[in-house]
């Protein structure tokens, strides 16, 4: 099994410049941030386990659960995809409707375009800046029975390259 969690893992992608002083320093701040989540995550699991009195929940999460996180930028179309229009709104989407798996600990940085669906109305979510949107998952979702549940969600179409960390 351990041969198998190797070999479908994919290696660690980092930018190259020719400033190899810029490289380190955007390494050593994503591994630091990314332990910030990696954290969040850790921690929001726990409080869940306590608040349900359900304390085997923590040990349900391997370290791989909270293994990845990636920079994502949803750049201006410059044309539009028939399949991108929501289905349940026909509102223009750069992601798709979707429930995460697991945790995500998220930063948007004052970019707005995340919504929420709440009793059936798609609601922007509010912008980040410095802090954190955790959204829990189909998995937890289902191993907790449902006491506190998956949120789907999805990105809007904005006017301005979008960026987040998920």
Not at 122 to 150: C, E, H, M, T
Request: charged fraction near 30%; hydrophobic fraction near 35%.
């Amino acid at each position: 099994m351990k041969k198998l969690r190797h070999d479908i893992q994919e290696p660690n992608v980092w930018p190259s410049t020719e400033d190899c002083e810029f490289d380190k320093e955007f390494k050593e701040t994503f591994q630091e941030g990314f332990e910030i989540r990696r954290n969040i995550a850790r921690a929001f699991v726990r409080s869940i386990s306590r608040a349900l009195e359900f304390p085997e929940l923590t040990s349900l999460f391997a370290e791989d659960e909270f293994s990845a996180m990636g920079l994502r930028k949803y750049p201006v179309r410059k044309r539009v995809n028939e399949n991108m229009y929501s289905d349940h709104d026909d509102t223009l989407l750069r992601e798709l409707e979707h429930v995460d798996s697991t945790i995500t600990v998220l930063t948007t940085f004052n970019n707005p375009g995340l919504q929420m669906l709440y009793e059936g109305v798609y609601r922007d979510a509010p912008v980040s800046d410095n802090g954190f949107i955790v959204n829990i998952g189909k998995l937890v979702d289902d191993i907790i029975d449902n006491q506190v549940v998956s949120v789907k969600h999805r990105v809007k179409e904005t006017e301005f390259d979008r960026y987040s960390i998920t």
